[in-house]
């Protein structure tokens, strides 16, 4: 069947550590993106690629980094930087085609140790 | 800055009963209207969406209302069930309708009770 998996479904960081969330999509999606959600708040956009090799910041791109080596893979790595990290993580995908829907992955919940 | 600003944030109603939740946006340039429905745990998954040019459409028990001119939207939730219950966001983008860089609201936690 075809999906997004996201892994780890939960993930403890410690002070100082950088953590890297893996996203992986078997859709032949071009375009991938990721998203952070907190408790009473809507989603909001990390980074999104919409090709190999090239990615773009998103409105909360800072303490984050992103790659986009393979078009099914779209890793995120939580930086020392990021102050705040715990949250829900969400990647998404969106085909090319007319009427494609971005799809969500089940998430990964990162917290502080 | 782009926003979308979604009311009430909780909403609670008894089984059978109507649950509608509403959304209000600034960009007149948004052209692609989803909402998406999410479990605890679990990614948000796309509902219903709607476009500028209709003003209503209708799947199943839920319905999109959308009023150009106020520039608000509103889901509509008939007959509402237990299984319904989820939090639920709106969402807008302005990229011809492809929904790759939406704007979501804040989010609605519907509870419907028994």
């Known amino acids: 069947d075809g999906g997004i998996t996201q892994s780890p479904k939960y993930l403890f960081r410690k002070e100082g550590q950088n953590v890297t969330l893996s996203c992986e999509q078997n859709?032949?999606?071009?375009?991938m993106y990721w998203y952070r959600q907190d408790p009473g708040q809507g989603l909001r956009l990390i980074y999104y690629s919409q090709i190999v090799n090239d990615f773009q910041k998103g409105d909360i791109a800072e303490g984050y980094s992103v790659s986009r080596e393979k078009k099914e893979s779209f890793p995120l790595t939580v930086t020392s930087a990021q102050k705040n990290p715990t949250a829900f993580y969400l990647c998404?995908?969106?085909?090319?085609?007319?009427?494609?829907?971005?799809?969500f992955g089940s998430g990964t919940q990162l917290s502080v140790l | 800055q782009q926003q979308v600003k979604q009311s009430p944030q909780s909403l609670i109603v008894q089984k059978g009963g109507i649950s509608i939740i509403n959304c209000a946006y600034e960009n007149t340039a948004f052209d692609y209207f989803p909402w998406y429905q999410q479990f605890p745990g679990k990614g948000p998954a796309l509902l219903i969406a709607?476009?500028?040019?209709?003003s209503e459409k209708k799947e199943g028990r839920f319905t999109i209302s959308f009023n150009k001119s106020a520039k608000q939207f509103s889901l509509h939730i008939m007959d509402s069930q237990p299984g319904d219950s989820a939090t639920y966001f709106c969402a807008a983008s302005d990229e011809g309708g492809s929904g790759s860089r939406l704007t979501f609201g804040e989010g609605t936690q519907l509870t419907v009770n028994p």
């Open positions: 859709l032949n999606h071009d375009a």
């Open positions: 998404a995908s969106l085909g090319q085609a007319q009427g494609e829907k971005l799809l």
């Open positions: 709607i476009r500028p040019d209709v």
